[in-house]
């Protein structure tokens, strides 16, 4: 078999890159380790940055985001059982879109079914080869028979777990990590979401966070040490936990119920440099990892496969090969600038152990002096609605 670009991984990078690709007459292949079952099962996070929105307009699968997602204009932070709204409009003119990424994945998957794409599902044993020659190819195993995808590229899309990132020279990349020493336990409840728009709470007990998929399906988190398991929090304990975190004007109003899904996920940053080696190129978690904290895990995920989207337009419509030499300082450059926004929110917002009392009230104070000043808040605003791309 062959194509022009071969992809790796068969989530959201995968297949926004793909899709584009397709629309630019690029032709592709996906190989992917699980089914669409499985994959369409993740439950991750539902903040899309405007730029997102535009991408996925352009890449025609905005229809059922337009017509089901809901613009914000603004988040609660709150503290000391006081909230406070940071209005995007006002300070930094823009909105984001909650809609699931489920959805922008089960949207992705029917556009790519539509034009015809081929999609390798549960495939086995796949390995990039040949990456810094001219003719890289993919091998890999699916129903008890081997394959060989011959191309002229390779898109590492294949997440934080994946093998592209493995399959570049230890010598040739670094990697930067730091691990949180918490996680997050979230559920998923059909029940009305206790706010309009998403509350982020600071609380000397941990970090809560009341967000939303719809008007009638609710996703909330609290933090929770790493040695938990989901198992260990029944619904009440749950519930209980979160009412005392967050302001009582919200729980004033919390609707609780039945948790639909519950999980527990760590938080790191991470960020393997460069994103390229070769004829390999890395997108989203394949390249970088950051806590859910800024909500910019797919947001990232989006402009880089926007930079390469558009990189390799160029190159293949014989203009030159600047854009993809330029990808990878150009994708870090932004990766880096969400990278710092999502670490200092998490900073902000979590109770770390061993935390002095001292530490704590810097904490609030600094939560305090956000509310005061519409500076700070346009600096948090137009980070969190996202960076220019
Ligand atoms: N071979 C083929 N496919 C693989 C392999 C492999 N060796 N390893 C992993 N995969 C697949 C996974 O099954 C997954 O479907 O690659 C896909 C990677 O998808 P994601 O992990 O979702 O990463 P990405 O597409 O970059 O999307 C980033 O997803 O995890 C969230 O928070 C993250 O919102 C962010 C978004
Ligand atoms: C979510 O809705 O799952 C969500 C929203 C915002 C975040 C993280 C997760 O920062």
């Given at each position: 078999?062959?194509?022009?670009?071969?992809?790796?991984?068969?989530?959201?990078?995968?297949?926004?890159?793909?899709?584009?690709?397709?629309?630019?007459?690029?032709?592709?292949?996906?190989?992917?380790?699980?089914?669409?079952?499985?994959?369409l099962?993740?439950?991750?996070?539902?903040?899309?940055?405007?730029?997102?929105?535009?991408?996925?307009?352009?890449?025609?699968?905005?229809?059922?985001?337009?017509?089901?997602?809901?613009?914000?204009?603004?988040?609660f932070?709150?503290a000391q059982?006081?909230?406070?709204?940071?209005?995007?409009?006002?300070?930094?003119?823009?909105?984001?879109?909650?809609?699931?990424?489920?959805?922008?994945?089960?949207?992705?998957?029917?556009?790519?079914?539509?034009?015809?794409?081929?999609?390798?599902?549960?495939?086995?044993?796949?390995?990039?080869?040949?990456?810094?020659?001219?003719?890289?190819?993919v091998?890999?195993?699916?129903?008890?028979?081997?394959?060989?995808?011959?191309?002229?590229?390779?898109?590492?899309?294949?997440?934080?777990?994946?093998?592209?990132?493995?399959?570049?020279?230890?010598?040739?990349?670094?990697?930067?990590?730091?691990?949180?020493?918490f996680?997050?336990?979230?559920?998923?409840?059909?029940?009305?979401?206790?706010?309009?728009?998403?509350?982020?709470?600071?609380?000397?007990?941990?970090?809560a966070?009341?967000?939303?998929?719809?008007?009638?399906?609710?996703?909330?988190?609290?933090?929770?040490?790493?040695?938990?398991?989901?198992?260990?929090?029944?619904?009440?304990?749950?519930?209980?936990?979160?009412?005392?975190?967050?302001?009582?004007?919200?729980?004033?109003?919390?609707?609780?119920?039945?948790?639909?899904?519950?999980?527990?996920?760590?938080?790191?940053?991470?960020v393997?440099?460069?994103?390229?080696?070769?004829?390999?190129?890395?997108?989203?978690?394949a390249?970088?990892?950051?806590?859910?904290t800024?909500?910019?895990?797919?947001?990232?995920?989006?402009?880089?496969?926007?930079?390469?989207?558009?990189?390799?337009?160029?190159?293949?419509?014989?203009?030159?090969?600047?854009?993809?030499?330029?990808?990878?300082?150009?994708?870090?450059?932004?990766?880096?600038?969400?990278?710092?926004?999502?670490?200092?929110?998490?900073?902000?917002?979590?109770?770390?152990?061993?935390?002095?009392?001292?530490?704590?009230?810097?904490?609030?104070?600094?939560?305090?002096?956000?509310?005061?000043?519409?500076?700070?808040?346009?600096?948090?605003?137009?980070n969190?609605?996202?960076?220019?791309?």
């Amino acid at each position: 078999m062959r194509t022009q670009v071969a992809i790796i991984g068969g989530g959201p990078s995968g297949l926004l890159l793909s899709q584009l690709l397709n629309r630019a007459g690029i032709t592709t292949a996906i190989i992917e380790r699980q089914s669409r079952d499985h994959v369409l099962k993740r439950i991750r996070a539902g903040v899309l940055e405007w730029g997102t929105v535009e991408v996925l307009r352009s890449a025609g699968v905005g229809a059922r985001m337009d017509a089901n997602g809901l613009v914000h204009q603004g988040i609660f932070l709150a503290a000391q059982n006081r909230q406070f709204r940071v209005d995007f409009k006002q300070t930094c003119g823009k909105q984001v879109m909650v809609y699931g990424q489920t959805e922008v994945t089960k949207d992705l998957y029917a556009a790519q079914d539509a034009m015809g794409t081929t999609i390798h599902e549960e495939a086995s044993d796949v390995q990039p080869q040949d990456i810094d020659c001219e003719r890289p190819f993919v091998t890999f195993r699916r129903g008890g028979q081997s394959f060989r995808i011959d191309c002229d590229f390779i898109a590492g899309c294949d997440g934080f777990h994946g093998v592209s990132r493995q399959s570049m020279p230890s010598e040739k990349r670094k990697e930067f990590e730091r691990v949180y020493p918490f996680g997050w336990l979230g559920i998923l409840t059909e029940t009305p979401p206790v706010s309009g728009e998403l509350i982020y709470a600071n609380h000397p007990r941990g970090f809560a966070l009341a967000s939303m998929r719809n008007h009638r399906l609710s996703r909330y988190y609290i933090q929770v040490p790493l040695e938990g398991r989901a198992e260990d929090w029944p619904d009440q304990l749950f519930w209980e936990e979160f009412k005392r975190r967050l302001p009582s004007e919200a729980t004033a109003r919390l609707v609780t119920g039945p948790s639909i899904e519950k999980s527990i996920a760590p938080l790191r940053s991470f960020v393997n440099e460069p994103m390229r080696y070769g004829r390999l190129l890395l997108c989203g978690d394949a390249a970088h990892i950051v806590p859910p904290t800024g909500a910019k895990g797919l947001n990232l995920a989006v402009s880089d496969v926007h930079y390469l989207s558009e990189a390799l337009k160029q190159h293949y419509d014989g203009k030159d090969s600047h854009a993809l030499d330029a990808y990878s300082e150009r994708a870090l450059a932004r990766v880096w600038k969400a990278m710092r926004f999502s670490w200092w929110m998490t900073m902000l917002l979590h109770r770390f152990p061993e935390q002095t009392e001292f530490e704590q009230r810097i904490r609030e104070g600094e939560i305090n002096y956000i509310a005061e000043s519409i500076a700070a808040q346009s600096t948090m605003a137009e980070n969190y609605t996202g960076l220019p791309f």
